[in-house]
C-alpha cells in the first residue's frame, strides 16, 4: 500500500510539472567585444617582441668524428670511468625495482 501511494504521488506531481512548465531562464548573452578593444589587443600583439628561433646546422655541415675501430677478437682496456656509469646504472634499475614493487611507478 505504501508503494502505491509513492506512485500515485509521484504520478500527481508529474501531472502537475507538466501543466506548469515554466520557461527556464537562459543565461544572458555573452558581452559584445567592442571592435576598438579588438583592435587595441591586434595592435599590441604586433609590437611584442618574437623570441628569436635558432637555425639548426644541416646535417651535411656537421663535422664527423671517426672513432677507431677494434679488432673483432680483441678486447677494449675497461675505463673506470665506464665502471663508474655501469654501477650507478645497476643501482638506479634497483632503486626503480624497489619503487615498482611498492606500486608508487
Known amino acids: 500500500e505504501k508503494l502505491k501511494l509513492q506512485k500515485e504521488y509521484s504520478r500527481q506531481i508529474k501531472?502537475?510539472?507538466?501543466k506548469?512548465?515554466?520557461v527556464v531562464q537562459r543565461l544572458p548573452a555573452k558581452p559584445q567585444v567592442s571592435s576598438v578593444a579588438r583592435q587595441k589587443a591586434l595592435e599590441y600583439a604586433?609590437?611584442?617582441p618574437r623570441p628569436k628561433t635558432?637555425?639548426?646546422v644541416p646535417p651535411?655541415?656537421?663535422v664527423k668524428e671517426v672513432l677507431p675501430q677494434a679488432?673483432?677478437?680483441?678486447?677494449?682496456p675497461k675505463i673506470p670511468s665506464l665502471e663508474?656509469?655501469?654501477s650507478r646504472h645497476q643501482k638506479e634499475k634497483e632503486v626503480v625495482a624497489a619503487f615498482e614493487?611498492?606500486?608508487i611507478l
Open 15 to 18: 501531472e502537475y510539472n507538466m
Open 20 to 22: 506548469n512548465i515554466t
Open 46 to 48: 604586433k609590437k611584442i
Open 54 to 56: 635558432f637555425i639548426a
Open 60 to 62: 651535411e655541415a656537421e
Open 71 to 76: 679488432p673483432a677478437g680483441s678486447r677494449l
Open 84 to 86: 663508474s656509469l655501469w
Open 101 to 103: 614493487s611498492l606500486h
